[in-house]
Nanobody, 116 residues
Framework: QVHLVESGGDLVQPGGSLKLSCVASGDIFSTDSMSWYRQAPGKEREFVAYVRAGRDITYGDSVQGRFTASRDNAKNTMYLFMNTLKPEDTAVYYC??????????WGQGTQVTVSS
């Protein structure tokens, strides 16, 4: 069983930066996919970034060029470096880990608020 714990969410001013972490425990392989999603109040959950094996990285259109995802397989940890934050980035950010046909697990989420 894989378990995910996100951390790093905070209140930050527009234009600021923040780093989120997602630590995975349990039976997770370096080849399993890990992703970031976010959900703002009253909106559907939105794809942010996808990291597989530390090399295959894809970003959502709304964060492309501002956010950077990375993964440290030795620590079973995925990161999301968020720069030039905007008020519309305010959301609960979720980590997801998946191995097709075996498991699909979500973390509990961490709150990011961008406001002056």
């Amino acid at each position: 069983q894989v378990h995910l714990v996100e951390s790093g969410g905070d209140l930050v001013q527009p234009g600021g930066s923040l780093k989120l972490s997602c630590v995975a425990s349990g039976d997770i392989f370096s080849t399993d996919s890990m992703s970031w999603y976010r959900q703002a109040p009253g909106k559907e959950r939105e794809f942010v970034a996808y990291v597989r094996a530390g090399r295959d990285i894809t970003y959502g259109d709304s964060v492309q060029g501002r956010f950077t995802a990375s993964r440290d397989n030795a620590k079973n940890t995925m990161y999301l470096f968020m720069n030039t934050l905007k008020p519309e980035d305010t959301a609960v950010y979720y980590c997801r880990a998946r191995r097709v046909g075996v498991y699909d697990i979500w973390g509990q989420g961490t709150q990011v608020t961008v406001s002056s």
